[in-house]
């Protein structure tokens, strides 16, 4: 059974900067598509970044020059680098994995984790 668990939630002014971590278990990590997503209060789920199994990654225009992600396959951990936080950034950011089974796409979610940018 997929399982996500994700670390480093926490409170930071703008400017700084924080590491998400979203350790998964339950398949073969290194095949799978990773993201992260987030959520403020009164709006939609929206991708923030993601990363293929060849680690090709994809950004959000918001955060693109701002935000990283990477992932290592040996610690099946995907992990998101917040730099130059702003106070818009302030969500629940929710770690995402999506596994191809027979050309059937699934995703699967992590429990989130709250990011709060102070100004």
């Known amino acids: 059974q997929e399982q996500l668990v994700e670390s480093g939630r926490g409170l930071v002014q703008a400017g700084g900067s924080l590491r998400l971590s979203c350790a998964a278990s339950?398949?073969?990590?290194?095949?799978?598509?990773m993201g992260w997503y987030r959520q403020a209060p009164g709006k939609q789920r929206e991708l923030v970044a993601a990363i293929t199994s060849a680690g090709t990654t994809n950004y959000a225009d918001s955060v693109k020059g701002r935000f990283t992600i990477s992932r290592d396959n040996i610690k099946n951990t995907v992990y998101l680098q917040m730099n130059s936080l702003k106070p818009e950034d302030t969500a629940v950011y929710y770690c995402?994995?999506?596994?191809?089974?027979?050309?059937?796409?699934?995703?699967?979610w992590g429990q989130g984790t709250q990011v709060t940018v102070s100004s």
């Open positions: 995402n994995q999506r596994t191809v089974v027979a050309g059937d796409e699934y995703d699967y």
């Open positions: 339950g398949s073969i990590f290194s095949i799978n598509a």
